[in-house]
């Protein structure tokens, strides 16, 4: 959707390095969400972000949404081979339905 | 544990023939999302349903797709007649609430139209 893009649209990394994912909407966000998705496999949620400023975290990864810029930011530290797919912020723009953008495509090479 | 089940998960078929994908969404969840998956477009949101009730439809192609619940426990995606541009995967996903939530993805219908 172009109301959603993500940035990059593919990355490559050495194992144990970090990265950076983002995601901008064109329009006032209500609630973003990271999914992960496995080749082949369906999206598995990550996290929610609901609150200008709000950070969370799982394992290695931490996602931050900057509410006045429309922003969201997923970091891996310390990447591992398991962290490998494609990665989608999905957003709630207050119309009931999740629009996704258009994925980031990460390889972790050993 | 609970799970999205999308039937087949893989569908070869020739320009011109019916393809139906079916979605069992998880017991209680209230909501259902098709959505399909391409290379180019990337997850594009077809219809999807509260209660049964179909509530947006507006990213589907009306002249050939079909969306319905049956019941609750099953939702049906048609494509009739099928085109070689319908070639995508399909994702069928539920959740418990109003939409805004964390939702349940299956692991999709792989269809090629030939």
């Known amino acids: 959707s172009q109301e959603l893009e993500q940035s990059p649209q593919s990355l490559i990394v050495q194992e144990g390095k970090n990265l950076t994912i983002n995601c901008t909407s064109s329009k006032t966000l209500y609630g973003l969400y990271w999914y992960k998705q496995k080749y082949g496999e369906g999206l598995i949620f990550l996290m929610m972000?609901?609150?200008?400023?709000e950070e969370k975290s799982h394992e290695k990864i931490t996602a931050k949404l900057d509410e006045k810029k429309q922003q969201s930011s997923l970091h891996i530290t310390a990447s591992q081979p398991s962290h490998a797919g494609i990665y989608l912020c999905?957003?709630?723009?207050?119309?009931?339905?999740?629009?996704f953008g258009t994925g980031t495509r990460l390889q972790v090479f050993p | 544990d609970a799970r999205v089940t999308q039937t087949p998960r893989h569908k070869v078929t020739e320009m011109g023939q019916e393809v139906t994908m079916r979605c069992q969404p998880i017991l209680g969840h209230n909501t259902v999302f098709w959505y399909r998956q391409t290379m180019m477009q990337g997850l594009e949101l077809l219809a999807y349903?509260?209660?049964?009730?179909?509530?947006?439809d507006s990213g589907m192609p009306k002249d050939r797709f079909s969306a319905e619940m049956p019941d609750a426990t099953l939702a049906t995606l048609k494509i009739q007649p099928s085109e070689p541009r319908d070639s995508a995967v399909y994702f069928c996903a539920s959740g418990p609430g109003q939409g805004r939530e964390k939702l349940f993805f299956g692991s999709g219908t792989q269809l090629s139209v030939l």
């Open positions: 349903f509260r209660n049964r009730a179909p509530l947006d």
């Open positions: 972000l609901q609150k200008g400023g």
């Open positions: 999905g957003a709630d723009m207050n119309t009931d339905k999740l629009i």
